[in-house]
C-alpha cells in the first residue's frame, strides 16, 4: 500500500478529530492592531478628537482606551472552541442543502416583491445572493461538523446551534472548514488510489 492510498484509507476510516482553536480570533486580531495603534500614537502630542471616534464621540485619556483595550483583548483570547470534528453524514448534508435552498428560496422572492432590477443590478443581486447563500450553507456545515461527546451516553452531540455558528467570523467558519477537509476529504488523487467511494460532505 502506497503513501497516498494509506493517507486515503485513514481518511475514510477516522471517526473524529480533536479541534481547538481560538473563538474570537479575528476579533482579537483587529482590537490588537488598534492597541498597537494607540501606543505608538500615545508618544506623539495629538488632538483630543483623535481619541473621540474609538469611544463613539467621548473624549477619553488614551491610557484608558489603552487599557481597555488590554482588558477586552485577555477576556476574548481566554475564550476556546474546545470539541471534535465529525464527518458529515448523509441526513446532515440533506440538512444542510435544505438551509442552503431554503434561504435561497427566500431571498429570491425578496427580490421579486421589489421593482424589477435593471440586468446589471440583477447580476449584482445574484453575486450577493449566492455569497449569502454560501456562507448559509458553510455555517450549517460547521453547525453539523463540530461537536462535543457527551458524558452521559458517550455519543457525540453538536457543540453549538445554528443561531450561535452563524455568528462566527467567516474567516473562523473557513478555518474550521479547512481543518475538516484537511482531515476528511479524499483529494482527487487520493480518491483513485481508494477503492472505497467516497460518501463524506465535499
Not at 42 to 58: P, T, W
Not at 159 to 177: P, T
Request: glycine content about 2%; some cysteine; hydrophobic content about 40%.
Amino acid at each position: 500500500m502506497d503513501e497516498q492510498t494509506s493517507i486515503a484509507m485513514r481518511k475514510l476510516l477516522k471517526d473524529s478529530v480533536a479541534v481547538s482553536i481560538p473563538r474570537y480570533k479575528y476579533e482579537v486580531a483587529t482590537l490588537q492592531e488598534e492597541l498597537d495603534r494607540l501606543k505608538k500614537t500615545r508618544k506623539v502630542k495629538v488632538s483630543k478628537k483623535v481619541f473621540s471616534f474609538f469611544e463613539r464621540g467621548r473624549n477619553i485619556p488614551i491610557e484608558t482606551r489603552i487599557a481597555a483595550l488590554e482588558s477586552q483583548i485577555a477576556q476574548l483570547s481566554s475564550v476556546m472552541i474546545e470539541g471534535v470534528l465529525t464527518p458529515i453524514t448523509e441526513a446532515e448534508i440533506w440538512e444542510c442543502r435544505h438551509e442552503y435552498t431554503a434561504q435561497r428560496i427566500f431571498l429570491r422572492r425578496q427580490q421579486l416583491m421589489k421593482e424589477r432590477l435593471s440586468s446589471d443590478a440583477s447580476r449584482a443581486y445574484d453575486d450577493a445572493l449566492d455569497m449569502i447563500c454560501n456562507n448559509v450553507l458553510l455555517a450549517k456545515q460547521v453547525e453539523c461538523m463540530l461537536k462535543r461527546k457527551d458524558k452521559a451516553d458517550g455519543q457525540y452531540v453538536r457543540l453549538f446551534n445554528y443561531n450561535e455558528v452563524s455568528r462566527f467570523d467567516a474567516r473562523l467558519l473557513a478555518d474550521l472548514w479547512l481543518i475538516y477537509e484537511t482531515e476528511f476529504i479524499l483529494t482527487a488523487d487520493e480518491l483513485k488510489k481508494s477503492s472505497a467511494p467516497q460518501t463524506k460532505a465535499s
